[in-house]
Nanobody
Framework: QVQLVESGGGLVQAGGSLRLSCAASGRIGSTNGMGWYRQAPGKQREFVARITSSGSTNYADSVKGRFTISRDNAKNTVYLQMNSMTPEDTATYYC???????????????WGRGTQVTVSS
């Protein structure tokens, strides 16, 4: 079984920074794209950032220039560095990974349980 576990959430003041981590564990064959999504109270889950296995990235317009996604393939871990945060960044942040389990020929999308990020004004 493959699992994604996020960490690094918390409370930060506006203008501050946080770094989220997401580690994939289990019997992993290969890891493709990994990304971050977020969901604020009363809103739908939205895309934040994504990174391919080769390191290509893309971002939501709302976070461009402030957030940076990176990954450590050896550790099957993806990171999200969040700078210049605003109260609008308050949400539960979810990690997503397109991962092929060791026992499967096809990749599957996996989700973490989320980590809460709160930005105070």
């Amino acid at each position: 079984q493959v699992q994604l576990v996020e960490s690094g959430g918390g409370l930060v003041q506006a203008g501050g920074s946080l770094r989220l981590s997401c580690a994939a564990s289990g019997r992993i064959g290969s890891t493709n794209g990994m990304g971050w999504y977020r969901q604020a109270p009363g809103k739908q889950r939205e895309f934040v950032a994504r990174i391919t296995s080769s390191g290509s990235t893309n971002y939501a317009d709302s976070v461009k220039g402030r957030f940076t996604i990176s990954r450590d393939n050896a550790k099957n871990t993806v990171y999200l560095q969040m700078n210049s945060m605003t109260p609008e960044d308050t949400a539960t942040y979810y990690c997503n990974g397109n991962i092929r389990p060791a026992f499967s020929a096809r990749p599957t999308d996996y989700w973490g349980r989320g980590t809460q990020v709160t930005v105070s004004s």
